[in-house]
């Protein structure tokens, strides 16, 4: 049937991708290039369905030149129900145009895949759009492998309930020009577009081809010029590949809404001067891990919008936390580690991730007074305990959980992680999760993650539940006399089915890390000495990223800093704090963009906006030993990238900003391609530019990107875009120092 036969809705989609999710042939010099035809077979379905083939007991039928089926109901994965093409030849390096038309039940998803139709059946290319009425769709892509056994295929299984698909115009044409994807970075000049402090430092950046000092203005609400200036050449940034210069009107403090900066032709995004912004994101940060909390229901009256069922809970098709054993081989007994948070887009529940992440949120109750008094509206609100502590402490106890029992080998020791025992696709709420649930080895990492955060919980909740720290503080002790005597079990790094691997071959820090914890707490010589005879408290731990779950020895030094301790040498360590932020002043200070992070060969992290505020929080840390504003400048206008003073000119956090993420990689924050679904709530992370680009979508968009360029917002980046607790962890920190000092 023709293309344009019909009325219809019409949506052209464009995506180029690179990459298959698992292992290919890479491309050789006798490849040819594939010409311009056509390699699907009766596209149109022209009286008859062959040579497409779907899944058994799933029978397709011709309707109006369509050939539609009826999805049964129940199943669990997308690929359990799928119409498809096989023998279908690709050439590596070669661009294809994959577009057909789709019309499904309102609200469900098809997985439309080209990929390799035998084991390890590698995806090349994916999109999941929303049908609704008949709709065409067309992608180009580059194909990374050689094969005569490609497959074109339309995913529809998971879905609860049945429901009605058709496609018609299938198409893969080969030879065609590749896609070229340009990010829209909206005026060229960019700003913080939450708020900045009336007294704080206040900058702006402006991308231009000019060499010169440009004249410039801050505009009101109105329109009216309030203050003017001229420029400062900062020639071409690194981190972006372009030419910039700095504005400064930090000499402007009057409160307001809805401010511009107006320079070389271009007006910026409207931000507001005040400090009223930051005690909500402080909240709305730390607000982020209710909607993460596996093993309880959401109660939509407290999150609206984000309410669903309890994830994991022993439920069907959830096989549940409530029993789990190891894997295979690893151990003979079971246990329960049901609650805790989800750590990231995923279903998984991770001890290291989850270690520094609760470190990260209790510092800031030691730092911070005001967060105290902070409502979150959990369950556990009106307890006289602060709603901040509740929080963590729903981790606190899934973190305990993974602890080896007394009488089995490595008792002491603790799990690494819990997750699926095979990867899900997206979306998918948690009580939906059909896949087996699994404990992995125990690691020396893991378990000095819990004698460190559990240590620390001891001191901070003796004075609201006195039994709950004891119990801590023996965990805690148990934790590290089994590290001391079991010290190099390590996570192998190809332990990644199913969850990520977080793998650690280096636990020197995590060693010094807990004996500075349960040294704070208890006082004890024994762990005072394993302080001072650690390699690394006297080794700089202040690197391009200060600290994150596989590099915790500054956060050791920062709470041995802080905290009153009688310990041998505390100026020294107080100095090393200070001349590492000292370190990050600098960096600031050379960045058109005043961010204090900068990597070697520009090779920005995964994760890159965690590293960004993690240094922030030593700067803070830093001006809070020594009153030097330079230091908390620093961390203000750090603090301006992430919410849009960037080479994107967007927030990389959800809910701030005129334009913000709003897709991050989540299997319930999904909105993207189930409109039934939310997106993230307001005070979400993104993960930011990742220079390595890991996933196929990243890829397929953003190859030979420069630093800053090298993220998308879309929730197939789970290389750029996740969400994360230990990211979420380190905004609340500097939300809280930023209202703390306003």
């Given at each position: 049937?023709?293309?344009?036969?019909?009325?219809?809705?019409?949506?052209?989609?464009?995506?180029?991708?690179?990459?298959?999710?698992?292992?290919?042939?890479?491309?050789?010099?006798?490849?040819?290039l594939?010409?311009?035809?056509?390699?699907?077979?009766?596209?149109g379905?022209?009286?008859?369905?062959d040579?497409?083939?779907?899944?058994?007991?799933m029978p397709m039928?011709?309707?109006d030149?369509?050939?539609?089926?009826d999805?049964?109901?129940?199943?669990?994965?997308?690929?359990?129900?799928?119409?498809?093409?096989?023998?279908l030849?690709?050439?590596?390096?070669?661009?294809?145009?994959?577009?057909f038309?789709?019309?499904?039940?309102a609200?469900?998803?098809?997985?439309?895949?080209?990929?390799?139709?035998?084991s390890?059946?590698?995806?090349?290319?994916?999109?999941?759009?929303?049908?609704g009425?008949?709709?065409?769709y067309?992608?180009?892509?580059?194909?990374?492998?050689?094969?005569?056994?490609g497959?074109?295929?339309f995913q529809?299984?998971?879905?609860a309930?049945p429901?009605?698909?058709?496609?018609d115009?299938?198409?893969?044409?080969?030879?065609?020009p590749?896609?070229?994807?340009?990010?829209?970075?909206?005026?060229r000049?960019r700003?913080?577009?939450?708020a900045?402090?009336?007294?704080?430092?206040?900058?702006?950046?402006?991308?231009?081809?000019?060499?010169?000092?440009?004249p410039?203005?801050?505009?009101d609400s109105?329109?009216r010029?309030?203050a003017r200036?001229?420029?400062?050449?900062?020639?071409?940034?690194?981190s972006?590949?372009?030419?910039v210069?700095?504005?400064?009107?930090?000499?402007y403090?009057r409160?307001?809404s809805?401010?511009?900066?107006?320079?070389?032709?271009?007006?910026?995004?409207?931000f507001d001067?005040?400090?009223?912004?930051?005690?909500?994101?402080r909240?709305?940060?730390?607000?982020?891990?209710?909607?993460q909390?596996?093993?309880?229901?959401?109660?939509?009256?407290?999150?609206p919008?984000?309410g669903?069922?309890?994830?994991h809970?022993?439920?069907?098709?959830?096989?549940?936390?409530?029993?789990v054993?190891?894997q295979?081989?690893?151990?003979?007994?079971?246990?329960?580690?049901?609650?805790?948070?989800?750590?990231a887009?995923?279903?998984?529940?991770?001890?290291?991730?989850?270690?520094?992440?609760?470190?990260?949120?209790?510092s800031?109750?030691?730092r911070?007074?005001?967060?105290?008094?902070?409502?979150l509206?959990?369950?556990?609100?009106g307890?006289?305990?602060?709603?901040?502590?509740?929080?963590?402490?729903?981790?606190l106890?899934?973190?305990?959980?993974?602890?080896v029992?007394?009488?089995?080998?490595l008792?002491?020791?603790?799990?690494h992680?819990?997750?699926?025992?095979?990867?899900?696709?997206?979306?998918?709420?948690?009580?939906?999760?059909?896949?087996?649930?699994?404990l992995?080895?125990?690691?020396?990492?893991?378990?000095?993650?819990?004698?460190?955060?559990?240590?620390?919980a001891?001191?901070?909740?003796?004075?609201?539940?006195?039994?709950?720290?004891?119990?801590?503080?023996?965990?805690?002790k148990?934790?590290?006399?089994?590290?001391?005597?079991?010290?190099?079990?390590?996570?192998?790094?190809?332990?990644?089915?199913?969850?990520?691997?977080?793998?650690?071959?280096?636990?020197s820090d995590?060693?010094?890390?807990?004996?500075a914890?349960?040294?704070?707490?208890?006082?004890?010589?024994?762990y005072?000495?394993?302080?001072?005879?650690?390699?690394?408290?006297?080794a700089?731990v202040?690197?391009?990223?200060?600290?994150?779950?596989a590099?915790?020895a500054a956060?050791?030094?920062l709470?041995?800093?802080?905290?009153?301790?009688?310990?041998?040498g505390?100026?020294?360590?107080?100095?090393?704090v200070?001349?590492?932020?000292?370190?990050?002043?600098?960096?600031?200070?050379?960045q058109?963009?005043?961010?204090?992070y900068?990597?070697a060969?520009?090779?920005?992290?995964?994760?890159s906006?965690?590293?960004?505020?993690?240094?922030?929080?030593?700067?803070a840390?830093?001006?809070r030993?020594?009153?030097?504003?330079?230091?908390?400048?620093a961390?203000?206008?750090?603090?301006?990238?992430?919410?849009?003073?960037?080479?994107?000119?967007?927030?990389?956090?959800?809910?701030?900003?005129?334009?913000?993420s709003?897709?991050?990689?989540?299997?319930?924050?999904a909105?993207e391609?189930d409109?039934?679904?939310?997106?993230?709530?307001?005070?979400t992370?993104?993960g930011?530019?990742?220079?390595?680009?890991?996933?196929?979508?990243?890829?397929?968009?953003?190859?030979?990107c420069?630093?800053?360029?090298?993220y998308i917002?879309?929730?197939?980046?789970?290389?750029?875009?996740?969400e994360?607790i230990?990211w979420n962890a380190?905004?609340?920190?500097?939300?809280?120092?930023?209202t703390?000092?306003?």
């Open positions: 049937m023709s293309l344009w036969e019909r009325s219809r809705t019409v949506a052209v989609l464009t995506a180029a991708a690179l990459l298959t999710l698992g292992a290919a042939a890479p491309a050789t010099a006798a490849s040819a594939a010409d311009e035809v056509e390699q699907v077979k009766n596209g379905f022209d009286g008859t369905t040579p497409f083939w779907s899944t058994t007991g039928t011709l309707t030149g369509q050939a539609c089926v999805v049964p109901g129940g199943t669990a994965n997308r690929w359990d129900a799928a119409i498809g093409q096989n023998e030849p690709l050439v590596a390096g070669e661009s294809y145009r994959f577009s038309d789709a019309a499904g039940d609200g469900h998803v098809v997985r439309a895949i080209v990929g390799l139709a035998v390890p059946y590698d995806t090349y290319f994916e999109q999941s759009p929303v049908l009425g008949l709709t065409h067309s992608y180009t892509f580059t194909a990374s492998a050689d094969t005569a056994q497959q074109v295929a529809i299984g998971g879905s309930d429901w009605h698909f058709c496609v115009n299938v198409s893969l044409v080969g030879g065609v590749p896609e070229v994807y340009v990010p829209d970075t909206g005026p000049v700003v913080n577009q939450v900045y402090l009336p007294a704080g430092p206040k900058t702006a950046t402006v991308v231009t081809a000019a060499t010169t000092p440009l410039w203005q801050l505009l109105a329109g010029t309030v200036g001229a420029s400062t050449p900062r020639g071409v940034d690194v972006s590949g372009e030419n210069q700095t504005i400064d009107f930090g000499r403090s409160p307001g809805g401010y511009t900066v107006v320079a070389d032709g271009e007006t910026s995004r409207p001067i005040g400090a009223a912004a930051y005690d909500k994101l909240a709305d940060a730390l607000k982020f891990y209710y909607t909390r596996s093993g309880i229901a959401i109660d939509d009256a407290l999150r919008g984000y669903r069922a309890a994830g809970v022993d439920v069907a098709p959830n096989q549940g936390d409530g029993n054993p190891c295979a081989g690893v151990c003979d007994y079971t246990l329960d580690v049901r609650g805790g948070w989800y750590d887009g995923d279903h998984g529940k991770y001890v290291v991730n989850g270690g520094i992440t609760t470190w990260e949120i209790l800031e109750y030691e911070s007074h005001a967060v105290r008094s902070v409502s509206k959990i369950p556990e609100s307890n006289r305990v602060p709603d901040i502590l509740d929080e963590a402490r729903w981790e106890n899934f973190l305990l959980s993974m602890q029992p007394a009488g089995n080998p008792a002491g020791m603790v799990h992680k819990i997750h699926d025992q095979a990867w899900t696709g997206l979306p998918l709420l948690p009580d939906q999760d059909p896949q087996p649930r699994e992995h080895p125990v690691s020396t990492a893991a378990t000095l993650n819990v004698a460190a955060v559990a240590a620390q001891a001191r901070i909740y003796r004075p609201f539940d006195p039994a709950f720290a004891k119990r801590a503080l023996a965990a805690a148990t934790a590290y006399t089994a590290a001391k005597a079991n010290p190099a079990l390590f996570a192998p790094e190809s332990d990644g089915v199913g969850g990520g691997a977080y793998n650690d071959s280096k636990v995590e060693f010094y890390w807990a004996a914890e349960l040294y704070l707490t208890t006082g004890d010589r024994a005072q000495n394993d302080v001072l005879a650690s390699p690394e408290h006297t700089d202040f690197g391009t990223g200060a600290f994150d779950w590099s915790t956060a050791g030094r709470d041995l800093a802080a905290l009153p301790s009688k310990l041998p505390l100026p020294a360590v107080k100095a090393s200070v001349k590492g932020a000292e370190k990050y002043l600098a960096t600031a200070k050379a058109a963009y005043g961010v204090p900068a990597p060969n520009n090779m920005w992290d995964w994760g906006n965690s590293a960004v505020l993690n240094n922030i929080v030593v700067l840390s830093a001006y030993l020594t009153g030097r504003p330079a230091f908390k400048n961390a203000l206008t750090g603090f301006d990238y992430v919410l849009g003073r960037n080479a994107l000119n967007q927030s990389y956090v959800t809910g701030y900003g005129e334009v913000s709003q897709n991050e990689h989540s299997r319930w924050y909105h391609l409109p039934a679904l939310p997106n993230p709530p307001a005070g992370l993104a930011g530019a990742n220079s390595s680009i890991q996933d196929p979508y990243a890829q397929s968009k953003l190859t030979g420069i630093a800053q360029f090298c917002d879309d929730i197939q980046s789970w290389s750029t875009n996740e994360a230990n380190a905004l609340a920190w500097v939300s809280s120092f930023i703390d000092v306003s």
